[in-house]
């Protein structure tokens, strides 16, 4: 993964999560007032801060080291407690009631993820993964956005969420079908939101996605300034549509 290169960056434009999202997470773990919650992918610490920001101190695994650094930097040091290492290297001290991860489930290596899960939660304890994706059906610039795509980048598969020719949620997979074995009460929730988005945040906020990070200089330059024009063309800013999903399952046995 190619995050870390663009750390600062990254939490300067990416959006934070909706309050429901988060509060539908802990609802569902039911956790006792202050108890610790696993974060798995914690990046910058978006989701990290609204969790503690609840009273809960986490335990925020985060591999990338600049990623970290930040996370470390902008959490409350009393609250949060940050360690590089990946989800799949790390060894619980203890379960927890809440393994907590937003958008990263997908990067896990999906033969040890649920293992993994179960070996950190306690009987009773919760996964949940967030994902938040463009509706692009209801994005009014959409046609000009993958004209744009199509002229600069024409070999740019559409496989991440803001390649505007995308299946944005294909990325999350099918929830209800992987779970792994020794979890039930799968539940799923979705959480719509808006914001406007000038030409200079938009264009910030889509080269901290993967697939733009690992364009050529000269393709990436191409495409901004393409996707910048577009925008200027419809009065310099334009109103981008989200879901943010909440994917929920539980730690079953006695």
């Known amino acids: 993964m190619a995050f870390g290169r663009v750390a600062e960056q990254y939490e ?108 950190a939660l306690r009987v009773g304890g919760a996964v949940a993964a967030l994902w938040t994706f463009p509706i692009w059906d209801r994005i009014a610039l959409r046609a000009a956005l993958d004209r744009v795509y199509e002229q600069t980048v024409p070999n740019m598969v559409a496989g991440f969420p803001l390649h505007p020719g995308s299946r944005a949620e294909r990325v999350a997979g099918n929830w209800s079908d992987e779970v792994g074995e020794g979890f039930a009460e799968v539940r799923i929730g979705m959480h719509d939101w808006a914001r406007a988005y000038t030409a200079e945040e938009y264009t910030e906020m889509i080269a901290t996605h993967q697939d733009h990070i690992r364009l050529s200089p000269e393709s990436r330059e191409a495409l901004l300034g393409g996707v910048g024009e577009a925008i200027e063309g419809v009065g310099g800013s334009f109103e981008m549509f989200f879901r943010t999903t909440v994917c929920l399952a539980r730690r079953a046995g006695v």
């Open 12 to 119: 300067r434009a990416r959006p934070s999560y909706p309050a429901a999202a988060i509060d539908e997470a802990l609802a569902y773990a039911g956790l006792r007032p202050g108890e610790r919650v696993v974060e798995v992918g914690a990046g910058t610490g978006k989701a990290t801060r609204l969790l503690a920001a609840r009273g809960h101190h986490v335990l925020a695994l985060e591999p990338d080291p600049a990623m970290a650094a930040i996370c470390r930097r902008l959490c409350d040091p009393d609250l949060v407690e940050v360690r590089e290492t990946d989800f799949e290297s790390w060894s619980p001290e203890a379960a927890t009631g809440l393994l907590f991860c937003s958008q990263a489930w997908h990067w896990l290596d999906p033969q040890l993820r649920w293992r993994r899960a179960a070996e």
